[in-house]
């Protein structure tokens, strides 16, 4: 499965976005925390958390997992103690509503089965892996073998999108190709055509810290 825009490294805004108009009332209810306008150490959380500041968000903050980190973007303007408080609510919103981010080869075997049980007879799968070297694609599939390989990009996905480029590349395990038959099967998912959508929207949001940085 094919991404449907250039791809770069970032944003997930689909994910966690917050108004910063909505940060006060956050704020209020974690009082005592200290904070400086320098990069913020956040003891509370396991991965590592890159901040990232832009001047042309004004409103808007956002959170996303990028491989192994959380990346969170925040307009210039906001520093001190709102900066510090506004990154771990964010934070604490990834880990808590997106843990499976990290799930294991083993975990997305499992979930590969569950999908060509449900929509996908005939599919041979013997091995599902997340892969770094993908940057223009989702995924790929290997008839002969029955291997499959999803992008790390789509580890902080919602479960329906994963679930969708699942039976997509399950569909190319019987038909190695993007033919009528293909397509019925890959579209016994009932989702599949709002998972493109959603994906062509994702990418555009990745490449945009790409583009705000030149």
Not at 117 to 136: E, F, I, K, M
Request: proline share 6%; aromatic share 6%.
């Amino acid at each position: 499965m094919t991404t449907g825009a250039p791809l770069g490294s970032a944003t997930q805004e689909a994910l966690f976005a917050l108004d910063v108009a909505e940060a006060p009332a956050t704020r209020s209810r974690r009082r005592g925390r200290r904070g400086s306008d320098g990069p913020v150490a956040l003891v509370t959380s396991t991965p590592p958390v890159e901040i990232r500041t832009s001047k042309r968000r004004r409103k808007t903050a956002t959170a996303y997992w990028s491989e192994e980190s959380i990346v969170v973007v925040l307009p210039a303007h906001v520093r001190g103690t709102a900066k510090k408080e506004l990154v771990d609510w964010l934070v604490d919103r990834v880990l808590t509503s997106r843990p499976r981010s990290r799930a294991s080869d083993e975990v997305l075997f499992e979930r590969a089965q569950t999908m060509a049980d449900r929509y996908v007879p005939g599919a041979r799968c013997l091995s599902v892996r997340w892969v770094t070297n993908q940057a223009q694609r989702w995924g790929s599939a290997t008839a002969e073998t029955g291997d499959i390989r999803l992008s790390d990009r789509l580890r902080g996905v919602p479960d329906w999108v994963l679930d969708a480029v699942l039976v997509h590349e399950l569909a190319h395990l019987v038909h190695p190709d993007h033919s009528a038959a293909f397509h019925a099967l890959a579209d016994r998912y009932p989702r599949q055509a709002e998972a493109s959508l959603f994906l062509d929207g994702f990418a555009l949001g990745l490449e945009a810290p790409a583009r705000s940085a030149r």
